[in-house]
């Protein structure tokens, strides 16, 4: 849909996993979720964000993929991988520094979110989008975007690497980009 | 240094699919130069061919074969089989045994006074080879006889292969 953009606000997230039961109805990937729903914390909180695509401008997955599976459209959608193509290696499961991609084995196939393409080229919106009770998945023309104190970001650094995406995600107002190092989240043994 | 096999297989959709008109240029080049080396070929191959030689071979004497009888001999190499037959008193006439439908060995039948391809049912004329009935598409190759006193001699082949 043009002018159209996906923003997730892990903060509105209750843990529904409305999206994820959408995303399994699907017909082309039946029963299968491509939707990540993490719990942040589980001992401590029942904080839950979902997690989709980014859809990034220079896609980890698809450059690191052997086989040339992976393709991102004019309209920056990063395709799931192409099955005739698609060798099973698992790279991108490793690479992508989102952890979005996921691997059937007994496939041989890695299935990833690709915006729900069929619907999203023929007008509509995601499956995920349209289910969401609380707006923590939202696929809104960017005015419309019920921005309260949120900043939509579409930059991450991790470490050196610097990757923009389609898909935005809504954080504090002072943060321009948000910055991961894998390390701070290596337990490192007190606890 | 991968910069090259980036711009092959490039990540973006569309990247992937667009043939730059420098590309599509050096495609018609080497395509025409391919087919205009094949040619060369043909036209080698072709010149060649023209100067072969087939060797003189004693097939058989007039005398150890009746009239309607026939004799098995090679030429003009020892995997092609031919087929002499002595059509009359004086008349010799002698075939690449092997069908032209699928290589089947021909026979000579005497009632029908043909070459009979028992494979597929085809048939050829005995006196020049040719196709009569049935799914042969071309007439069976003559060998060339040259006849010296009571010797029959093999010279070439008509067409030569």
Request: glycine fraction near 6%; charged fraction near 25%.
């Amino acid at each position: 849909m043009n002018g159209y953009e996906f923003y997730v606000d892990a903060s509105r997230c209750i843990g529904c996993q409305s999206c994820v039961g959408a995303c399994a109805e699907c017909g082309t990937h039946r029963g299968k979720s491509m939707i990540h729903l993490d719990f942040i914390d589980r001992r401590n909180t029942i904080a839950t964000a979902p997690m989709v695509c980014m859809h990034c401008e220079d896609p980890t997955c698809a450059e690191v993929c052997p086989a040339d599976a992976i393709k991102r459209g004019e309209d920056g959608v990063v395709r799931s991988a192409l099955k005739a193509r698609c060798i099973g290696c698992s790279n991108c499961v490793l690479a992508c520094p989102f952890g979005v991609p996921k691997m059937y084995v007994e496939q041989e196939l890695m299935m990833k979110c690709d915006m729900c393409y069929d619907r999203t080229s023929a007008d509509k919106r995601p499956m995920c989008a349209t289910v969401c009770p609380s707006q923590a998945l939202m696929y809104v023309k960017p005015a419309d975007a019920p921005h309260r104190r949120e900043r939509p970001v579409n930059v991450f650094r991790f470490g050196e690497q610097i990757v923009r995406t389609k898909v935005r995600i809504m954080l504090p107002p002072d943060t321009p980009e948000l910055t991961m190092d894998a390390a701070d989240y290596i337990w490192s043994g007190d606890v | 240094m991968s910069s090259l096999w980036k711009e092959d297989f490039s990540v973006q959709a569309g990247e992937d699919r667009y043939v730059q008109r420098r590309q599509f240029t050096k495609f018609l080049v080497l395509t025409s130069f391919g087919m205009f080396v094949g040619q060369c070929w043909i036209l080698a191959k072709s010149l060649l061919h023209r100067g072969r030689t087939f060797p003189s071979q004693v097939v058989a004497r007039t005398g150890e074969i009746p009239i309607g009888g026939v004799k098995l001999f090679r030429y003009p190499d020892p995997e092609d089989p031919c087929i002499l037959v002595r059509i009359s008193e004086d008349r010799f006439a002698a075939y690449s045994q092997k069908c032209t439908h699928l290589s089947c060995a021909v026979y000579y039948s005497a009632e029908s006074r043909r070459l009979v391809c028992p494979c597929h049912d085809g048939f050829f004329s005995v006196e020049d080879g040719s196709m009569l009935q049935g799914p042969p598409p071309r007439p069976l190759p003559a060998v060339i006889l040259d006849r010296r006193g009571d010797e029959l001699i093999a010279i070439g082949m008509e067409p030569a292969e």
